[in-house]
Structure formats: C-alpha cells, structure tokens
C-alpha cells in the first residue's frame, strides 16, 4: 500500500521580545579567537583501537613517541589493540594568556571503534602560521558507548569523538596591542540600517557626545578618543552592555522534514481565498498460486492479482483568510482552515507563490 500523507507541527514565536545587550547583537572588531590543530595518540583503550595494519600512521607516530621516550623498538612488530590516532582541535580566545586553559575536542582518525576511557598524551597544538600555541593532554570523556557481540551490534551517540574540558594548557600568547586603537569597528551578526541606526543613536545618547558613527548595515565605527575614558577595554565594557531594540526582516521558516514552521512577530497575509483536498492512492498486492490437476503434467505457477485505488478527499471547500495585521492574526486565520498535518506547509508555499505571505520564505 502506497499512501500519500501530510503532518504538520505550527509554533510562532516572536522575533524578539525586547531590548538585546549590544554584546549579543555585534562582534567586536579585533576581538576573536583563533583554531588551533594538532595530530595526537590516545592510550588506555579496552581493545577498540586502531587496527595497526589498516591505520599505519597510528605505528609511526607510536614509535615516535616511544623513542623520543628513550624506548628503541627499531624493527620490533607491535599489535597493540589500545592506542588510536587523533586529531585535537581547539580555538584559543581572545586575550587568552600563558599559563590559562581551554578546551578541546579530540577525534579519531583511523578505525578506532571507540575513545571511550583513553587517555591523550601531550600533543602541541599549531595556529594557521604553524606556531604551537598550546599543549594537550588529559582523560577524554566520549559522547556515546558502542557494545557488540557476534552476531549484533550497538553504537549510541559519537563515541569516536570526545571532549577534555580545560584540557590544553597555552603556551604562547597572540601578539594585539589593543590598548594602542584609536578606533574600534563593530560588525552586526545580523547586517541591517535600522539596527544599526539604532546602536549609533543608543551609545551617543548614553556618552552625551558623538562617538558611535554607522558606517554600513553591518558595521558601527567607535572613535575611542572621543568616548574620554581610560582605555579601549572600558569604552567596550560600558559600550556592550547598552540595550537596543534590533529590527529583523519578516520571516517564514519551514522544515519540511520534521514539518516545523517558525514565523517571526512580523509576518503579514493579504486576503485570500484557499481550496485544498487530500490525494490517497492504494495498490494492494495479492498472489495466487495456481497447481496443475494430481498426477497431471505441468507445474506450479503464481499469478499476480492487483487492487488499485484512488480516494479524492473534498475537503473543506474555497475558504477565506482575512489580512493579518498581527501575528495571532495570522495564525488563527491559518488554523481556521483545519487542514490535515503537513498541508499547512504546502498551503504556505502556495500563499507566497501567490504574493499574497509577506515575509522571507525559508525551506530547510
């Protein structure tokens, strides 16, 4: 039987429900991190390593170490069952000092089955020039477990990825002299003139003077000569925590795979008029064996016997959506239609194609 069907799960939410800090609507110029990489062994392993045969990178970097170690194994064959080859990634924070921690994230390389209990050996991390910025090392703690026997198998979660928290030490600090800047820009996470016109207007309200300037839809200037404080740091400290109101386009955003539909505060619907049915076609298959007379000549055959149908819902006739001023609005005039799961988002796409959604339309 082939049956086609529609579900359908509707949550609005508002775009925003007030004033945002300045912090969590920008980044600051300057102010960033940096990726660190590195290619490290994992010890301790109950038997879900690297098979050294298939994964001749985990047996040189082994012996490596091993021999760095003072331990000569120069021609000796070794099958070890519990080591594994990694890579170890990270991103060092802005301002991060020698001496201070970070996280990292290892994961295997080779056909490890599982870092479930290992443990990483000291493994230098590189930035983009090549220079090591900090050291790894430390108990991993995988995000899933894996268990099999001969003939069944069960893996839950990523267990061939795991995390150490604080499990890198920095050794080299990134060369910014901030305190030097005249100037300082701010890039909006989300590019837009009325958010932006409104983070200029909100830091020279606060300071009393011209000191924020928008340059573009993504991007504020401050001069920090004219803020008259301290340093850069607290111009920053006293710009990031004032509130503004953000503006957001008008937004539909439809997942057609789980049958979610978000829509922002600011959706509107002209009037229209909407007819919809539901389509059912099944085919049923049921066989029959037909035998030849006892003591005769001939043999066994199967003839196929087939059902087809075709079912037309007629649905709840031309029924009118009256415009939307407001999101409530919007979605009881959607609701009112009482269609079956998953037409809503067929209905949606058909308003749009019809001009009549005013908003950006998402499909995921």
């Given at each position: 039987m082939i049956r086609l069907l529609f579900c359908f799960i509707c949550c609005a939410v508002p775009a925003f429900a007030g004033p945002i800090?300045?912090?969590?609507?920008?980044e600051f110029d300057g102010v960033?991190?940096?990726?660190l990489?590195?290619?490290?062994?994992v010890v301790g392993l109950n038997g879900t390593g690297d098979g050294l045969g298939n994964a001749p990178f985990t047996e040189e970097i082994m012996s490596n170490?091993?021999?760095?170690?003072?331990?000569?194994?120069?021609?000796?064959?070794?099958?070890?069952?519990?080591?594994?080859?990694?890579?170890?990634?990270?991103?060092?924070?802005?301002?991060?000092?020698?001496?201070?921690?970070?996280?990292?994230?290892?994961?295997?390389?080779?056909d490890s089955k599982s870092l479930q209990?290992?443990?990483?050996?000291?493994t230098p991390l590189n930035g983009a020039d090549g220079q090591i910025y900090a050291v790894a090392q430390g108990t991993i703690i995988a995000g899933g477990i894996a268990a099999q026997g001969?003939?069944?198998?069960?893996?839950?979660?990523?267990?061939?990825?795991?995390?150490?928290?604080?499990?890198?030490?920095?050794?080299?600090?990134?060369?910014?002299?901030?305190?030097?800047?005249?100037?300082?820009?701010?890039?909006?996470?989300?590019?837009?003139?009325?958010?932006?016109?409104?983070?200029?207007?909100?830091?020279?309200?606060?300071?009393?003077?011209?000191?924020?300037a928008m340059l573009d839809s993504g991007t504020v200037a401050i001069d920090l000569d004219a803020a008259q404080m301290a340093s850069p740091a607290h111009v920053l400290g006293r710009v990031e925590n004032i509130s503004v109101e953000p503006e957001t386009r008008a937004r539909v955003v439809v997942d057609q795979r789980s049958g979610t539909i978000v829509m922002g505060e600011d959706v509107r619907i002209s009037r229209v008029a909407i007819a919809q049915g539901n389509l059912t076609l099944?085919?049923?298959?049921?066989?029959?064996?037909?035998?030849?007379?006892?003591?005769?000549?001939?043999?066994?055959?199967?003839?196929p016997r087939s059902t087809v149908g075709l079912d037309v819902a007629g649905g709840n006739g031309l029924a009118e959506i009256t415009a939307g001023t407001d999101l409530s609005e919007v979605v009881a005039g959607l609701n009112a239609l009482g269609v079956a799961p998953y037409d809503m988002i067929d209905i949606l796409k058909s308003i749009n194609a019809a001009g009549a959604l005013h908003a950006e339309f998402v499909v995921n």
């Open positions: 800090r300045i912090k969590d609507l920008v960033r991190g940096n990726d990489v590195g290619y490290g062994l170490l091993l021999e760095r170690l003072g331990v000569n194994v120069a021609g000796e064959k070794y099958r070890p069952k519990n080591v594994a080859a990694v890579f170890v990634t990270a991103t060092l924070p802005a301002f991060a000092r020698a001496g201070g921690k970070i996280d990292i994230t290892v994961s295997t390389i080779g209990g290992g443990t990483l050996v000291m001969d003939a069944a198998r069960i893996i839950q979660g990523v267990p061939t990825a795991g995390t150490i928290p604080s499990g890198a030490r920095v050794e080299r600090e990134v060369e910014f002299d901030f305190t030097s800047l005249k100037s300082i820009r701010m890039a909006l996470r989300t590019p837009d003139f009325t958010t932006a016109g409104r983070i200029e207007d909100a830091i020279n309200a606060d300071f009393g003077r011209p000191v924020a099944r085919i049923e298959e049921a066989p029959m064996a037909v035998q030849p007379n006892p003591f005769s000549e001939g043999e066994t055959i199967v003839v």
